[in-house]
C-alpha cells in the first residue's frame, strides 16, 4: 500500500476505507487496531459519535483486531471501550484490546 493508503486521503470514501481494511486484515502480520474508538475527539457530542463509532463497525468491524485502552485517557472512557469491544461488534481475535502506556502497547 503507498503512503496515501491507496488514494484514500486525496478522495476518501467509505467503500475505500472497507477495500483497505479487508486488505490488511487479509495480510498474516498485521495488526489493525481500533484506536481510541469512545474519544470524541471532534466534539461531535456523545450520541451523534456513538452513532458514527456504531455506524463504522456494522461497516468494518469484521476487518479490525483489537480495540485501544490508553492510560493517559480517561478510566470512564477505557471502560466504555472494554464495554464495547465485549458487545461483539468489533474485532476478529476474540480477547483482543490493546493498551498503551507511554506509547508502549501489549496484548491483554
Known amino acids: ?3 496515501d ?12 476505507l472497507t477495500e483497505i481494511l479487508v486488505a490488511l486484515n487479509e495480510e498474516p502480520n498485521v495488526l489493525v487496531v481500533f484506536n481510541h474508538p469512545m474519544w470524541d ?8 459519535h456513538q452513532f458514527l463509532v456504531n455506524e463504522f463497525l456494522q461497516k468494518n ?8 485502552l490508553n492510560g493517559l485517557r480517561h478510566w470512564d472512557e477505557n471502560r466504555a471501550t472494554r464495554r464495547l469491544r465485549r458487545s461483539g461488534t468489533c474485532c476478529s481475535s476474540p480477547a483482543a484490546t490493546v493498551t498503551a502506556w507511554n506509547r508502549t502497547r501489549t496484548s491483554i
Not at 41 to 48: I, P
Open 1 to 3: 500500500m503507498d503512503a
Open 41 to 48: 475527539l471532534y466534539l461531535v457530542g456523545a450520541e451523534k
Open 5 to 16: 493508503a491507496g488514494g484514500f486521503y486525496g478522495e476518501p470514501s467509505d467503500a475505500r
Open 61 to 68: 468491524g469484521n476487518y479490525l483486531h483489537a480495540m485501544e
